[in-house]
């Protein structure tokens, strides 16, 4: 009865190679994220998705791209992998885009060879 | 979106009190103040959110000043197993770049 879970939790590739990592939440949440913790322990967003409504970090690189097959569900697409890819990656949910709480997903670990 | 900052880390001992002060100096009208707990190979954990005053769950309390530039995070007699990350993070979700950044690093000792 895990709230927000993620497949894989390693993902070990090649440069040039496409990639996915899925999320689900049961939590009845509207609204999904997708966050990034490099190296040096900075987690930063990534996509907030909500009601079909797509909110980018512009920082982000259009090799990712969010799948979102229905609001239990957003999945993470990489295609084109690059070394500097290689972090952690978090999805989490919360119920609206308001200032509530964030539940947060175990974790992807990417490594880029 | 309200920078924040906060000591890199911190040590007490079991059974103390600890505060970790965060300094939000641009802090928005509109923006909530969250603290997240982050233990190694997991992902952040919600502890405590306020606007202002003072909060207080059955982990920790949250204490605000009225101008809302920063804001501390008491954790009550800790244990070891407190030993983690603590973010503090300003803003509300809809926010394009929040970015939790480098949290306190908060080791208990025996």
């Known amino acids: 009865d895990t709230a927000v879970s993620q497949t894989p939790k390693y993902l070990v590739t090649q440069m040039g190679n496409d990639k996915s990592i899925k999320c689900e939440q049961n939590?009845?949440?509207?609204?999904m994220y997708w966050y990034k913790q490099d190296s040096k322990k900075f987690l930063k967003i990534m996509f907030s998705?909500?009601?079909?409504?797509?909110?980018i970090n512009e920082t982000v690189p259009n090799r990712f791209s969010p799948k979102s097959p229905d609001k239990a569900h957003l999945n993470l697409h990489i295609n084109s992998l690059e070394l500097g890819d290689s972090a952690v990656y978090f999805c989490?949910?919360?119920?609206?885009?308001?200032?509530?709480?964030?539940?947060f997903g175990p974790g992807t670990r990417l490594t880029v060879l | 979106l309200a920078k924040t900052t906060q000591p890199i880390s911190m040590d007490s001992y079991e059974g103390q009190e600890v505060n970790i002060t965060c300094s939000h100096n641009?802090?928005?009208?509109?923006?909530?103040i969250t603290w997240y707990q982050q233990f190694p190979s997991q992902g952040p954990r919600f502890i405590i959110q306020g606007y202002k005053t003072k909060v207080t769950n059955e982990v920790a309390s949250l204490f605000i000043p009225a101008d809302r530039k920063s804001s501390t995070l008491s954790l009550p007699r800790v244990s070891l197993s407190d030993t983690a990350v603590y973010y503090c993070l300003v803003g509300v979700n809809r926010d394009d770049k929040i970015i939790f950044g480098k949290g306190t690093r908060l080791h208990i000792l025996p």
């Open positions: 641009n802090i928005a009208t509109n923006d909530y």
């Open positions: 998705y909500n009601n079909k409504e797509l909110i």
């Open positions: 989490a949910s919360s119920q609206d885009l308001g200032g509530g709480e964030q539940f």
């Open positions: 939590l009845g949440h509207d609204t």
